[in-house]
């Protein structure tokens, strides 16, 4: 089935339109090297409290999936007697719960403001994973995933956004 994904972004991918040609920015400054770039950033993010913040939230939401993802294996394994078709199952629920909150996120942004939402979600997200951690049954981790993956991924896209606004149009 995985195969099957591939082929169809391939193919999608394959059949976008582009007139081949590149548009030029106007007064466009030649770009310094890499490392001076990387130390530019990384200077301008530790100058700015808040944007400080928001990359570590960004950092420990992600973390949250990686914990999942990462230690799941043996926990399902040997807790849950769960195999490898049982880790896959619970990855593609994982997915689901991702694209839910993707698809979702919209509609949160409009009820909530993005601080609380961002709270809610992470608040969400830590309880997934404690609930993961502590489930007696199969079921209950396909719901912790399942509740995981739409927490991070609408806490990420509140979260990004602020990254974007905050960072410098260069």
Known sequence: ??????FLSATA????QSSGQVALVK???????????MHDGLK????HQLLKRVLALIA??????ASIVLLSVRHLDEALGVGATGYGFTLTVLGIGALLGGLSAS???RVLKVR?????MLLIAGVAIIGFAYAP???IVLVCVALLGMSVVTARGALDTITQVLAPDE
């Open 27 to 37: 007064d466009a400054q030649p770009r310094s090297n890499l490392r001076q770039e």
């Open 44 to 47: 301008y993010i530790m100058g």
């Open 13 to 16: 991918i394959a059949s976008l």
């Open 116 to 120: 609380p939402l961002v709270s809610v």
């Open 107 to 109: 509609r949160l942004n």
């Open 60 to 65: 420990m939401a992600t973390l949250g999936i």
């Open 137 to 139: 049954t199969y079921a």
């Open 1 to 6: 089935f995985d195969a099957v994904t591939f």
